[in-house]
Each structure stands twice: as structure tokens, then as C-alpha cells.
């Protein structure tokens, strides 16, 4: 099955910073890779997913790139905000009907002012 | 619009007792719904998931069973709770096929004593 691998398990940036969170997956068929942001004693919300037949997605401070060929996936936060502290899981997953989400181990992601 | 509830929001039972956790969602048909664990430094588990009613599929052997008696309930139950069952368990729902954003409800933090 697949196997997703996240790093680096925490991270602690100074406000304006830039920070990436990189993950790996195992199962060459995966095709779904999103990524959640957990607050304390709260579910995870999504905060961008990214498709294979696409290499890059952006949405404001936020940016997705995906490497199918080395089956690497990375999230991108420019301009960091003490509001961006969280925890913040990748996933991957596949097509067929009922395939379920395989999270990475999270990054807690420290800004601090 | 879609909406997920997972009940209780915090639990604590003694080792040995049984277990029910309960998750509805509202404005969708057929989803596909899911249990994760979340323990410390392990990430999002996952324990089960559904496509159907009556429908499961166990990820890992354990102290746990599922049952989806209803098209958008679904329940988390134990027989005879573990000190290891301790955790945040998390109930999400899907879209009918793969390759869709999961939602996640707000969490049960379970404590076994």
C-alpha cells in the first residue's frame, strides 16, 4: 500500500520567512496530493491539493509543486504569518472509488514575530 | 452544503469499558467516510473506511471495529477499551469516488484511565 513520508517533523521560521514541507510517496498510482492545516484540538482543514497532470499550483501565499517522475511533493508558504502556526499534513491517494487518504506524520510549522 | 458531526468532543472511559463514537454528515449522498487516529507523533492513522452501507474496510488489526448502519452515520465502537486505544480519532467524508478533498469532523479526544 502506500507510504507517505514527511519532513522535516517541525519547523521554526521568523515571521516573512519562507517555509517548505516536503513529503514522499511509495505507490506509483497515486494521483491526489493534498495538504491539511491542523489547529490545536481541531480537525484538519484542507488548505490546497495538487493533481498529477498538473507540476505546480498557487493560491496567494500558498504554492504546491508535485514531482511525479521522483514521486516528491512539496508545500510552499511565502511571507509567514504567527497566524500560519499550525501542523500541516500531506496526503496521498488514488483514483479508484473508496481509496482513502494516507497522511504523512505532520510538521508543526512555528512562526514566530 | 455538507456539514460533518462527530460526537462526543472529549471522552474518558476506564480500561475495559466499552466504546461508541459517532459521526453524521448532512448534505451529501452515498459519501465515502472514513476513521482516522491521530497519536502523538504518528500522524493521521487510518482505521477504517466505507463506501457503502454495511460496506467496511479495517486498515489495521486492533481493538476496534466500525459499522455504517446508515448511509451518512457511521460508528467507531470497542467492546473493551485499551490504554493504547487513547488518541484523537477523527471521522471524514468524501465524494463517491477517489481523487477527491476529504472532510474531516472536529475530533473525539479519547482518554483511557
Known amino acids: 500500500g502506500e507510504n507517505v513520508e514527511q519532513h522535516p517533523s517541525t519547523l521554526s521560521v521568523q515571521e516573512g520567512d519562507s517555509a517548505v514541507i516536503k513529503c514522499t510517496y511509495s505507490?506509483?498510482?497515486?494521483?491526489?496530493f493534498p495538504w491539511y492545516k491542523q489547529e490545536l484540538g481541531k480537525g484538519p482543514q484542507l488548505i490546497i491539493d495538487?493533481?498529477?497532470?498538473?507540476g505546480e499550483k498557487k493560491d496567494q501565499r500558498i504554492a504546491v509543486t508535485l514531482n511525479k517522475t521522483a514521486k516528491h511533493f512539496s508545500l510552499h508558504i511565502t511571507e509567514t504569518q504567527p497566524e500560519d502556526s499550525a501542523v500541516y499534513f500531506c496526503?496521498?491517494?488514488?483514483?479508484?472509488?473508496?481509496?482513502?487518504?494516507?497522511f504523512g506524520k505532520g510538521t508543526t510549522l512555528s512562526v514566530s514575530s | 452544503s455538507q456539514t460533518i458531526h462527530q460526537w462526543p468532543a472529549t471522552l474518558v472511559q476506564p480500561v475495559g469499558s466499552p466504546l461508541s463514537l459517532e459521526c453524521t454528515v448532512e448534505?451529501?449522498?452515498?459519501?465515502?467516510l472514513y476513521w482516522y487516529r491521530q497519536a502523538a507523533g504518528r500522524g493521521l492513522q487510518l482505521l477504517f473506511y466505507?463506501?457503502?452501507?454495511?460496506?467496511i474496510s479495517s486498515e489495521v488489526p486492533q481493538n476496534l471495529s466500525a459499522s455504517r448502519p446508515q448511509d451518512r452515520q457511521f460508528i467507531l465502537s470497542s467492546k473493551k477499551l485499551l490504554l493504547s486505544d487513547s488518541g484523537f480519532y477523527l471521522c471524514?467524508?468524501?465524494?463517491?469516488?477517489?481523487?477527491?478533498?476529504?472532510?474531516f469532523g472536529q475530533g473525539t479526544r479519547l482518554t483511557v484511565v
Open positions: 471524514a467524508w468524501s465524494a463517491g469516488t477517489g481523487y477527491t478533498e476529504a472532510f
Open positions: 496526503a496521498a491517494s488514488g483514483a479508484q472509488a473508496g481509496t482513502a487518504l494516507i
Open positions: 495538487i493533481r498529477s497532470n498538473v
Open positions: 505507490d506509483s498510482a497515486s494521483n491526489y
Open positions: 448534505g451529501t449522498s452515498n459519501p465515502n
Open positions: 466505507s463506501v457503502g452501507i454495511g460496506q
